[in-house]
């Protein structure tokens, strides 16, 4: 139906407070802009590794738009919104922003069609259902709006386009605890819904002494593959995010079954690039396990919400590079974590993105307003093969805090950082990592650990210049394949190859610094991984403890309770290095 500007503002009014899961654009579905603004080349040539270029006004799932002359716009309505009506715009391709007063009454722009060019988004109406908003004559004409669903849907994504931009997806879910797709063969004017994808409640057992939160399969990200069909990612209670595949644009969903991504009760973000390449943002991340208060009713805390991952594949989603590091969340270690800037959800899943050049990426992550960030960098930062760090950027680059006992404000713990920074003992000006259990009841694990990142690689090499001191106990190596805890009480159970560091092992017999050395092929899982120290071969050989689909990209070591009562002596890390190694 038609409608005037009268009727909209009657429309949004009512339902302002309901339409804050309005959705926007996401690069896998801005297929037509243009680009006529002036390309900034010092900018774009320059980035490669992720650089923070601004604050995102609102959740980081919805927001995020480029416009058809290139303009960046991030809108501000979400769950955690900034107050008033406006939108974050750039027209340098991301390098700057500036805040834009928008009217109240008009709905911002989203994704446009590829066929039309007219602008689409659906928004949930609480009770009153499922609408389509829809433009007339681009983002300053008119709009048309048409009831889609008379049940409300949660978290409505952007559109994302398929069999060459004829059929338009916007994933969603609902009350029914359930994944599912709408879908328009007619540029947005009517729209079918798919069956309902439902995942296995998570049922607690093993490492688990409780059962997490059971909200079923939501916030669902769906591509396009090569060959016709649709896939779909899902937040899940489970370690994995579950995965199910439409062979016919989105009316029907096969089975949900676990994907290759770890991730738990956190949003996953997939598209595809330019050149056809996919892109994937999520939290590759395992939480604590649960206690035995949690009974899967919402009681859970957050416990891996402190970074978000990227990864792009060249084969269409059947082998992946990257697996790095994002952002780390800058209030990780804040003794107020959980209630400095007010009680709400905080951490850094959900993510969207658009590419206003060929391989560079803009990306918005984030919910809380203290946490989320606007993020530029270049897809060759993806397929580096090696990394080092020296802490001569501090620890910046180091996941390392202790949780305080005591759930704070929503679903939240107060945090510690478990380890200390030393000045060098030899080498003025450079630090050391200096890191040993410490007993503390007040903690809920008392574990001390530092979890550090590297590009994944299926044959690497991993280095590290370490000192033991006499007494130096209750110290473990984990190389493994996702983000976990520092003081993560599973951790050594669940890597992928687990080293203990005590002298007698390692066949270190003073206090000097060594060079400890793994080496691994997990194309070869029968071959056990190397250890060297100083360069020569140890008789340990380690295996794989646990199998992995993408290979190693992570680094934990722990400090856990010695043999002895007295406090033990500390591990001392002074450099770290990984990179790939050709197969044997």
Not at 43 to 62: C, E, Q, W
Not at 106 to 131: C, F, I, K, T, W
Not at 418 to 432: F, I, M, S, T
Request: charged share 25%; net charge neutral.
């Amino acid at each position: 139906m038609k409608i005037s500007v009268y009727f909209l503002r009657t429309v949004m009014t009512i339902f302002g407070g309901m339409c804050g899961l309005m959705s926007v654009s996401s690069a896998a579905a801005s297929g037509i802009a243009r680009n006529p603004l002036p390309r900034q080349g010092g900018f774009l040539d320059s980035i490669h590794a992720p650089v923070k270029v601004a604050t995102g006004p609102s959740d980081a799932y919805i927001g995020l738009s480029m416009m058809p002359d290139g303009e960046l716009r991030h809108y501000n309505y979400g769950e955690q919104a900034d107050a008033g009506s406006f939108y974050l715009s750039s027209r340098d391709h991301g390098l700057t922003w500036r805040k834009v007063s928008s009217p109240r009454d008009m709905p911002q722009a989203d994704v446009a069609s590829r066929v039309s060019g007219e602008y689409v988004r659906l928004v949930n109406m609480g009770a009153d259902g499922v609408y389509c908003i829809r433009t007339q004559g681009g983002p300053k004409g008119n709009r048309t709006v048409t009831k889609v669903d008379s049940i409300g849907s949660i978290m409505i994504k952007p559109p994302v386009f398929a069999r060459d931009g004829k059929l338009m997806i916007v994933a969603a879910h609902g009350g029914e605890k359930g994944c599912y797709t709408y879908v328009s063969d007619d540029d947005g004017l009517t729209w079918q819904r798919s069956n309902t994808v439902v995942t296995p409640p998570h049922t607690g057992g093993g490492f688990h002494k409780g059962i997490r939160w059971n909200h079923g399969a939501v916030e669902p990200t769906v591509v396009e593959l090569t060959d016709g069909r649709l896939w779909m990612l899902m937040r899940t209670p489970h370690d994995k995010h579950y995965e199910a595949f439409s062979e016919d644009g989105g009316l029907t969903w096969s089975e949900p079954r676990q994907s290759r991504f770890y991730g738990t009760i956190t949003m996953p973000t997939i598209g595809r690039l330019k050149d056809g390449r996919l892109i994937f943002f999520w939290c590759n991340t395992t939480p604590l396990p649960e206690l035995p208060t949690a009974n899967g009713v919402w009681d859970d805390v957050f416990t891996n919400r402190d970074v978000t991952h990227v990864a792009i594949s060249d084969d269409d989603g059947k082998t992946w590079r990257g697996f790095r590091e994002l952002m780390l969340d800058p209030m990780r270690n804040e003794s107020d974590y959980a209630l400095r800037g007010g009680g709400i959800d905080r951490g850094m899943h959900q993510a969207q993105f658009v590419e206003p050049e060929p391989g560079k990426i803009v990306a918005a992550i984030g919910q809380h307003p203290l946490h989320r960030a606007i993020v530029a960098f270049d897809t060759d930062w993806l397929y580096e093969t090696e990394r080092t760090d020296d802490f001569s950027d501090s620890l910046r680059n180091w996941t390392t805090f202790n949780y305080i006992k005591g759930i704070k404000g929503h679903c939240s713990y107060n945090r510690i950082n478990g380890v200390e920074l030393k000045a060098h003992p030899d080498r003025k000006g450079q630090n050391v990592l200096s890191l040993r259990y410490d007993k503390a009841d007040s903690l809920v694990s008392d574990i001390r650990g530092a979890v550090w990142n590297f590009p994944a690689l299926r044959q690497g090499e991993f280095t590290a210049s370490i000192r033991l001191p006499e007494g130096a106990e209750g110290h473990t190596m984990v190389l493994n394949d996702r983000w976990m805890n520092p003081c993560d009480t599973v951790a050594r159970y669940e890597g992928i190859y687990i080293l203990p560091l005590s002298r007698k092992e390692l066949g270190i017999k003073d206090d000097r610094w060594h060079t400890l050395t793994v080496e691994w092929d997990v194309d070869r899982p029968s071959d056990k991984a190397i250890v060297r120290v100083d360069g020569r071969r140890r008789k340990i050989k380690l295996p794989m403890s646990n199998p992995t689909a993408d290979g190693i990209s992570y680094v934990h070591f722990l400090a856990e309770p010695g043999e002895n009562d007295s406090l033990p002596a500390p591990l001392f890390i002074e450099r770290v290095a990984a990179k790939e190694r050709q197969p044997r």
